[in-house]
T-cell receptor, first 112, second 114 residues
Framework: EDQVTQSPEALRLQEGESSSLNCSYTVSGLRGLFWYRQDPGKGPEFLFTLYSAGEEKEKERLKATLTKKESFLHITAPKPEDSATYLCAVQTNAGNNRKLIWGLGTSLAVNP | DAGVIQSPRHEVTEMGQEVTLRCKPISGHDYLFWYRQTMMRGLELLIYFNNNVPIDDSGMPEDRFSAKMPNASFSTLKIQPSEPRDSAVYFC????????????FGDGTRLSIL
């Protein structure tokens, strides 16, 4: 069964304390892996798409990487405004499938 | 550019009442998705449309749920009759045609069924 697992469930960092969030997946074939950020009371906001193992994408203090079994979202020198829930989702290769399989997210709190 | 627009933002109603949620996708997007989000189950896909045609409704929990897309700029999700276990945040998202296009979300409707 296709599955996406995110860890940790929650993470509390001090401002400037770098860390990584993990998204591990078990799918029959990967078409793409998506990272989103969700703020309270808002919809998920798209951050990155990764397509193949070894690929990396960067945006400000965030860098996403991908292997054949997992993806990491590295947060370098985070600021309080990086506090949010980070969601990972996987699209499989099945046909013209547009479904995304979602993880439950990592809730990140960055203290000033 | 305007993003995905959902209405209402909040809905509180009594069990048994009909609920209609509305969505306007991003102009030019070919796909529209309806999701439900709860703490326990996270984001669950209910149904998605391509060019106004329903493609996969396997996530619709019961016959009480129905969705329509009468044109490219409007979709509704209806629950009739509503039950307390339907309480959740409902999101609409849209995406472009290309196969790996990211989905872009509205800010959701927080639904409470008393």
């Amino acid at each position: 069964e296709d599955q996406v697992t995110q860890s940790p469930e929650a993470l509390r960092l001090q401002e400037g304390e770098s860390s990584s969030l993990n998204c591990s997946y078990t799918v029959s074939g990967l078409r793409g892996l998506f990272w989103y950020r969700q703020d309270p009371g808002k919809g998920p906001e798209f951050l990155f798409t990764l397509y193949s193992a070894g690929e990396e994408k960067e945006k400000e203090r965030l860098k996403a990487t991908l292997t054949k079994k997992e993806s990491f979202l590295h947060i370098t020198a985070p600021k309080p405004e990086d506090s949010a829930t980070y969601l990972c989702a996987v699209q499989t290769n099945a046909g013209n499938n547009r479904k995304l399989i979602w993880g439950l997210g990592t809730s990140l709190a960055v203290n000033p | 550019d305007a993003g995905v627009i959902q209405s209402p933002r909040h809905e509180v109603t009594e069990m048994g009442q009909e609920v209609t949620l509305r969505c306007k996708p991003i102009s030019g997007h070919d796909y529209l998705f309806w999701y439900r989000q709860t703490m326990m189950r996270g984001l669950e896909l209910l149904i998605y449309f391509n060019n106004n045609v329903p493609i996969d409704d396997s996530g619709m929990p019961e016959d009480r749920f129905s969705a329509k897309m009468p044109n490219a700029s409007f979709s509704t999700l209806k629950i009739q009759p509503s039950e307390p276990r339907d309480s959740a945040v409902y999101f609409c998202a849209s995406s472009l045609l290309r196969s790996r296009a990211a989905q872009h979300f509205g800010d959701g409707t927080r639904l409470s069924i008393l």
